[in-house]
């Protein structure tokens, strides 16, 4: 499908120093339903004849450019003036930001501070903040749009959404519905493996537009359709929709803003099932996760991370013959960690992983990167899975985390 | 202090759809003592014309400009056409990266993907890649630098480190050691208490250059100077971190690549002194922080995650009377879940956390990001803390994870 061009300008001297950029994903994900991608990114300090530089090759290139940040009161929020600067326009004082602010913090005098968020680009449409002091901006030279925006996520993302998708709609001119996007989130699929899968769709639909994200033993999958109608949208969507579930099955595990612990976690909550851990290389990485979900304390009870052996044996009652005979990375052991932690916090269900996080410890018959897990529970017999990550360290912990909380999802379902 | 211009050019189109970008820290960290600040980063898609623009806008503004990414095998690796295409040049087979090729994978005649992967920039320099099959490129067109890096970190990492200081450093005449940088990690300090200690610092060092990145409870204060002589460079440097350690003190946990799990790992080790763990907010993440070190089980013994009330008293011993008066988010439940673990692990020393994650479950007397702490061991009377985070839920975990770290490593240095 065409996308129209979209540039995003994010500024900051933090963002060309000392800071990651996790400003496209974000905006990526709004834009697409709109029906544009972003073809550049561009990251600049707090100067404002290097931001008007970048504004105008935006303006040459694309037609939407939106700047994220340098919003601020401070001497180094110079993002206004560089926007100015590049549509040779005044910054004027705006009597109603003055009188919205003064209302807002019940002012009778503005400080100089707030009295600098109140100049704007002579012929902007000035956006609230419902989280800040600053207001985003909106101009229309020429057939283009400029969206200034204020960089803090908990501020530019409920300003984008309250007005930018409108403006951008009449402004340009878009039918309602004519753009839809749909994130499918996977696990337990390499990404070469769901290309190959998915690829007779992406031939079937060739006019959807595709991404595919890989992560740690997850993926996500993104498409977008557009259709002449809303309901013409709707269906395109759903037809892929459809069309990839069925390929894919069981390893959609959900959509959109879904995450394997927050997926995991409902299951279980649904189920009115409790639940336990025994960890070993992952240190207590599965536990993390899934008590980064709101009110998991209804389902996770707690774990045990068992990284020395004694531990093994002593806390989670796994026998010292299996320790000598299989070792502790081994299906023997990861069965009775398992059925420890369940004994322990006399759960309904119990899961556990042990395996070599390396870069050491691992030999020819186990090397680094394999791990054991099992999952077992109230009328389950334990059951024990073996995969074999790669790449370092911490990613060999991350997949581990992840492979756990999807065997949960895969029994409790 | 005066640094020459750098521009970063990233490409790959999840650079402009899903992914967050995280090479600038990593690229200005290496540019700095090069004295070279990354001026802008530009994120393109894989599409030679629009690469070849920003090799062309960056050229025009910057004396070294980067590319990272689209040099792998397959159709959609791009930059070197885009490179090529900027400076008018042709892209020619090397002989000698066929040679390297085949005889690093033992192949008498090299498949099609690594036929692309030995095509050059004519006039270009290559750079081995000690653990992929695509080469670096160096170019010098007029006054300026061009380096053309592959995009996973463990390719370019490595590649830049073994050989773009050294061609730096003679392209640009730098004198040896005329610039250096130091990154001093802190711990305990809010950003703005730490802005308000080292200003006395910058005030009278103004050559330097400094920035503060700040963390989950943890910060980074960098510094950056220039000397006539390599001996010169080393006194300033060594001067300004004096001063910057006489007035942060033991906040100061280390410096360049160091990590708190690292530091207070590494001191465990030292002292041959045994560690487990009583979670309960950060459901494993400290466990998970201390294991992310390779190994983290010579000192590590485990942990227990008590989520669930029952938890804290039946595995880690936390008496009813605690929980029914003072509550599990208490000094006290914090004592007794560390006297717990190092009972049930028998370690030298034992550390806790419980607090209050949110968003759910604050009150007024307890609210939402209030954490206590617990650390207990041989010869050492258990000592409590009490913190109050802000944020989300995930920000309140993470600090209270560093904060535990950081607890530890005053304890037992």
Redesign the interface.
Known sequence: MNFRKAELICTG??????????Y??LF?ARLRPLGF?????????DDPK?IAK?VN?GLNNADLVITCGGLGPTFDDLTRQGVAKALGRKLIHSKYAERILKNNYNLSVLPLNFRNQCRIIDGAKMLENANGTAFGQILTPGRKMIVVLPGPGNEWGPMFDAFVPGEIKEFFKLKEGAVRMLRLKIAGLWETQAEKLLKPVMRRFPDADY?I?AGAGIL?F?FTVAGKTPADTAKKLSTVEKACRKILGNAVYGAGDDTLEKVTGTLFRKKKATLA?A?S????????A???V????EY?????????D??KTE?LGVKKSTLLKHGAVSAQCAAEMAEGARR???TDYAASVTGI????GGTKEKPVGLVYFAVTGKDLRTRTFTMTFRH???HI?RCSVNFVLDALRKIIQ
Request: glycine share 14%; hydrophobic share 30%.
């Open positions: 001297s933090e963002l060309v120093s000392v800071k990651s950029n996790s496209v994903p990526s991608r972003i073809h550049r990114e561009h990251s600049v300090g290097a970048m090759c991404t994200l996500e993104n851990l960890e290389c992952t240190g207590g990485g599965a536990g993390d899934i008590t980064d709101p009110g998991s304390s996770f009870m707690g774990g045990v991370t068992a990284y020395s004694k531990a806390i322990l916090f006399k996080a390396g870069p050491d370092d360290r911490a912990k």
